[in-house]
């Protein structure tokens, strides 16, 4: 996600760096870079030229330049420009209306639309305690309105029974029938989409808009179609009132085009972005955060929501309990590493952290990657309960079986046995400094 973008950025500043105090050829060169970079990612050339711009009138100012550390003030400029590109503000998804709260959910064939659907929906339930309806409204590809029910089905999400050969308007109004009955909070419909903008697919979006009344009605866009989902959002939002937009597999689009250009192109803001398959990989579009990102200066308030979210608050203090009693087994060590994968593995969390943008490259070269971690849980699992609690056990014979189980080698075994002597010695020292009241608040402060 924004990858290539992050990196040309992250050169360009590193290259002002060196020049240490800033003079206007500097900045006209690093704002050419700039452009190229923006360019080369698929942004809007209108976009390009108002972003650059902007940036141009205040870093070229005396403030800057005469400043004692101008480059970070570059960036701050930039990373200033970068989220009013995005948006500005986080634009939550609006349901202040007398329930059912309708939202309608449009976009072209292959979007991405019913399995955004669903997660939009997996997303109401579990984070804003909804109690969501879906229906598909999509009579025209084949098994479309099973797809979503199936997926609906998997999370435990209601979806209206199918009704063979009943056309999408009377499946709104049956729709609508059902939540008010039902007393559901929100009802999703999911339309119809279409290989490409025609008339007959806006004539239909139209009179389904105006039957459902939608609080929302937000447009699917695939990220990966860069400049083409800019046109596509454009001519959604000349025809129906748009009142969003999703970006889907954004975590597939190393460039960004699409993200920055939305915006000031159609006017919608950005509401939501998917970041994976997964049916909970749907994410609030945060715009300042995004920019952090982009600059490589991290993302520690999603890391820390995505940390409270995958936690089990049982296990945390379960664990707390044990190191501050000096008992840090391996099983508590596969627990860590287990929750480090629940949280996006290496690479997610790498990318929500300031300044590893440049690493990122070297973990797997070091040996520091998801498959790693799931080695080393694998060769935890082919040890005995007992093993795992005393691991000093492990003499020549037993290694080579639990190399010979969890399909790895002597010398893996070996390197994690280091790894976890070193984590056991830290754990051990917090446990001492604890005793001796240097840790104020115990090793449950840490873990707040």
Known sequence: MFQSLSDRFTKIFSGLQRHGKLTEADVTAALREVRIALLEADVALPVVRDFVEKIREKAMGQEVLSSITPTQMVVKIVHDQLVEALGSETTEINLAVTPPAVILMAGLQGSGKTTTTGKLAKHLHDKKHKKVLVASLDVYRPA??????????????????????????DITKRALKAAKLESFDVLILDTAGRLHVDETLMDELKSISKLANPIETLLVVDAMTGQDAVNVAKSFKDAIPLTGVVLSRLDGDARGG?????????????K?????????????????RIAGRILDQGDVVSLVEKAMETIDKTEVDRLNSRIEKGSFDLEDMATQLRQMLKMGGVAGLMKMLPGMGQLKDKLPQGGVDDRAIKRQIAIIQSMTPRERRHWKLLNASRRKRIASGSGTSVQDINRLLKQFEGMSKMMKQMSSLNKRGLLKDGIKGLFK
């Open 272 to 288: 939501f972005i998917g970041v994976g398959e997964k049916v909970d990989q749907l994410e609030i579009f945060h715009p300042n």
């Open 144 to 169: 479309a309105q099973e797809q979503l029910k199936i997926l609906a089905d998997s999370i435990s999400i209601a979806s209206l029974p199918i009704v063979p050969g009943e056309k999408p308007e």
């Open 258 to 270: 699409a993200a920055l250009s939305m915006r000031h192109i159609t006017g919608c803001p950005i």
